[in-house]
Each structure stands twice: as C-alpha cells, then as structure tokens.
C-alpha cells in the first residue's frame, strides 16, 4: 500500500516516522543512534530502502551510516574525509586565515540512478562523492579550489555546504550552496564550478553585490523545471528562471523575509513554501506564531497557512534542512521544529497536525513516498 | 591479553559490552592499543584519533592506573598493570558540555 517514510535528524538522534498514503495515523521508531548529532538522513531515489545517515559528535566525530532495509537494521560505513591535495586556507572571523578543517557532514544526497552513489556536504565547505555505497569518499575540489575559495568564510553555524541538487534533466549539472559563499553551479559532473549569485544582495557584506559572500540558507528545485530554483536567503526570498545565472526578489508580503526553509509543491511547480522567521538575532518566528507562508504565483504573493499551528506564545526555529514534502496526490508537507515538533499536512498545506510533539531539537527532515 | 574498557556511545558503535579484550604484538603503547583495537572493531576508525595523523580527538582521554596518559607521546610503554592485563586501558569520553 503506498505510505510516506519521514526521516527526522534530531541534536539527539534519528527518529522514522510511517503512516499510509492517509497520513492520519502515524508509527514512530526511534530514538536511532541516541545520543548523537544526526544532522540528516536521507533515501536513494534508486532504491527506498537505501538510506543514508550523517551520525556526528563533538567528541567522537563523523561517521556515516547506511541502511539497506529502510532503516530497520543500519552499519557505519566509511568515515574518512581527507580534503584533496594541500587544502589552503578561508577566512576566519577575526580576520586571520585559517586552514580548511573537517568537521562533519551536513547533508547527504544520494543520487538519482545508483543506491551506491552519494554526495556529501561538509563543513569546512566542500563537496565529496562516494561511489560505493559509502565506503570510501573523494572530494570534488574543484569546488574548493574556486579561485574564491580562500574568500569564503564562515557563517554563524559554521562553513558549512548544506544544499545538493542534482539536476534530473542534465548528469552533468549539480546545483550547492555553502553559507556563507554562496550558490555555485558545476555543468561537468563536479570537475569544475562557477559562482551564481549575480543579483543577490546582503547588506551584512562589505560590497552587498559581491560575487561571493552571501549567507544562502537553502535553495530548492522543481524537478520539471531544473532551470527555474527558490532561494531562502539570510534575508531575501529569491528566484532564478535561468539556473542561477541571475536571481530576482519575490519576498513580496511575508512578514519577514528572513528563514531557512524553502521548498515546492511536488505537483504545482510555482507553488512554494518557507517559514519565516523574525530575524537574524532572534531566531524565532515572528509574532509568536508558527506560520508557513505558501505562494502559488511563484513568489511574490504570499498567504499565512496557519490551521492547526500554534497562534500564540510560539518561539520555534525552523532549521535549513528541516522541510519536505512527498508526491502523493494530495501533496503532503513536512517540517521540523527547534522544539522537536514535527508537523505534517496531508493537504498541501492547508491544515497542519503534529506527528511527533517531544523530539530533541529537530536538524533534518526528509520524506520518502513508498510504493 | 590487554583490557579496554570503551565510553558507552563506542561501546553501542562496535556493538561490544563494557569491556573488550585485545591482542596486542610487541610493545604495549597507546598507538600499538589503539591499532589493535581499530583492526578489531573498524568501525572505531576515527573515532578516538584522526585517521590519518593519529592525533588524540580532543573530548577523548585515555586513562591507566589512575593515570591520565591522554598527553604521553603514544609510543610510551604503558604502566606494567595495563600490559599484564591486570588492569583496563580506559578510552573515555571527556566530562564536557553544560
């Protein structure tokens, strides 16, 4: 019977959440890997029971974690992410240049034809690939060695590549974002790489048109329109018709146009939804509200989706990764909050209910449609 | 046979009690306890040390005798307990965080 799977990165561990194609009545396994940083999981398009775990700890380190049954058994597979070459250098806070360092992965993105092939997202930014299931992992540098590189520094969170997007039309374009560089798009499978933030602005930057330098929080594509994506900037909602080559502002009426989360409706290409959040230094929604903001102009015009969402006394972040939606008919919509709740519409967004309310602070949200 | 007594989170990792024990050739270091552990349990591979520089993660201790030898080169003989099996090799998690 068709179902969802929703995968759920916690600060504390991986949970997996199931129901039928209904999405009433919910199943939640969990905690995996307690006590760890899971900061995503995610499933192979190629085969659903494939996934992939980004297990992390400040005191034991990354490790990666794969499952062949849907996440019902799992096993530590390669760990090593050994930059290429002498890794050079990235600006640091105080201004000092600081060697690049790995910490951990932020994302994992398998791709869409082979279970055994993956990307990995890390931070200090840089992209790898694995192509056997994991085990072992080769940086892509010549990400890194964009002759921006030793530009790139740090945001808040860290130097962290967070976004992957593998273009469903073209093997050879690959779509990432870092914070805080930017967008960067590759046309040759990851060899080589080009800056697109041309039409971007962020005030916080010495030169607010900078080629490199902008805080994007995440970006999302359709996967009928490759060319068309949605980007939730440090501030800024913002769109490209022309694959990143240019972007143009659509943060119209939303209350704020800071946030993290952005994503598309899986049948209505120019319906879009983020969260949005007061700001930079409070890092909570606005008006004690938690409030998904949906346009169905693609940008622009935006409406407050609040139906079965708190409306009062509500101080909850939405993280980057922590949105997702499935394919079935009627689209459903996922996301997790800094207060370990996990809303889910089964609607497209038009009323909300939480599956899970207690959950460590959630880092990521991936949903599955099961045939 | 050499003792090691593991933090929980590397215990649940490698799938193995409170204590393992280990053979472990010729001189008994932590580089030489550390290389017989991994080859054991690979899956602890950097984990407790960097892959490639073997350098000691900063939040992991590793203590002998009521010793803490965190800070010795790791080609240091270890106490004569610890070689004799008499006592644990402890890896620990460092008491950090708030």
């Known amino acids: 019977m068709t179902g969802v799977r929703v995968l759920v990165g916690t600060k504390k561990g991986a949970f997996i959440l199931t129901s039928d194609g209904k999405r009433e009545k919910w199943d939640v396994n969990g905690p995996h890997f307690a006590g760890w940083e899971m900061y995503h999981l995610k499933g192979s398009p190629a085969d659903p029971n494939r996934l992939y775990a980004s297990q992390t700890s400040g005191w034991f380190g990354q490790l990666i974690q794969r499952s062949n049954d849907g996440g019902q058994t799992w096993e530590p597979v390669g760990n090593q992410f050994t930059y290429d070459g002498v890794p050079g250098t990235h600006q640091w806070y105080d201004g000092s240049l600081k060697p690049w360092e790995f910490k951990r992965v932020w994302h994992l993105e398998p791709s869409l034809n082979d279970p055994d092939d993956v990307y990995a997202g890390v931070e200090d930014a840089a992209l790898?690939?694995?192509?056997?299931?994991?085990?072992?992992w080769q940086e892509l540098a010549g990400l890194r060695e964009h002759g921006s590189g030793p530009s790139w520094q740090p945001g808040a969170g860290g130097m962290c590549l967070h976004t992957i997007i593998l273009d469903p039309s073209n093997r050879e374009r690959i779509f990432i974002a870092i914070s805080a560089a930017g967008a960067f798009r590759s046309d040759d499978a990851g060899q080589t790489w080009r800056p697109i933030n041309r039409g971007l602005k962020s005030e916080g930057i010495p030169d607010p048109n900078a080629e490199v330098g902008h805080c994007v929080h995440h970006v999302a594509m359709h996967p009928s329109r490759p060319g068309v994506l949605f980007m939730q900037k440090h501030w800024d909602v913002m769109r490209s018709d022309d694959a990143g080559d240019s972007w143009h502002e659509i943060s119209g009426n939303l209350p704020t146009d800071f946030g993290f989360v952005i994503d598309i409706h899986a049948h209505e290409p120019e319906t879009v939804y983020v969260v949005p959040?007061?700001?930079?230094?409070?890092?909570?929604?606005?008006?004690?509200?938690?409030?998904?903001?949906?346009?169905?102009?693609?940008?622009?015009?935006?409406?407050?989706?609040?139906?079965?969402?708190?409306?009062?006394?509500?101080?909850?972040?939405?993280?980057?990764?922590?949105?997702?939606?499935?394919?079935?008919?009627?689209?459903?919509?996922?996301?997790?909050?800094?207060?370990?709740?996990?809303?889910?519409?089964?609607?497209?967004?038009?009323?909300?209910?939480?599956?899970?309310?207690?959950?460590?602070?959630?880092?990521?949200v991936e949903v599955q449609t099961l045939p | 046979m050499i003792r090691v007594v593991l933090p929980t989170h590397l215990r649940t990792l490698?799938?193995?009690?409170?204590?393992?024990?280990?053979?472990?050739e010729g001189r008994v270091t932590q580089a030489s306890i550390l290389d017989a552990l991994e080859a054991s349990y690979p899956m602890l591979r950097g984990t407790m040390?960097?892959?490639?520089?073997?350098?000691?993660?900063?939040?992991?201790r590793f203590f002998a005798g009521q010793q803490d030898l965190s800070h010795d080169p790791p080609d240091t003989p270890l106490p004569e307990v610890?070689?004799?099996?008499?006592?644990?090799?402890?890896?620990?998690?460092?008491?950090?965080?708030?």
């Open chain 1, 128 to 136: 790898f690939r694995s192509k056997d299931g994991g085990q072992t």
């Open chain 1, 277 to 364: 959040i007061k700001s930079d230094s409070e890092h909570f929604v606005h008006d004690g509200k938690l409030r998904v903001y949906r346009s169905r102009t693609g940008g622009n015009e935006w409406e407050a989706l609040t139906k079965g969402l708190p409306q009062r006394d509500c101080y909850l972040n939405v993280l980057r990764d922590a949105m997702a939606i499935d394919t079935l008919d009627s689209c459903g919509v996922y996301f997790g909050t800094s207060g370990g709740q996990v809303y889910a519409s089964n609607n497209a967004g038009d009323s909300w209910s939480p599956i899970v309310r207690d959950l460590p602070p959630v880092l990521s």
């Open chain 2, 14 to 24: 490698a799938r193995v009690g409170r204590e393992v024990q280990i053979e472990v």
């Open chain 2, 49 to 60: 040390r960097d892959h490639t520089t073997h350098q000691r993660r900063p939040f992991v």
């Open chain 2, 82 to 98: 610890v070689a004799t099996g008499s006592e644990p090799f402890l890896v620990v998690g460092a008491m950090a965080g708030g």
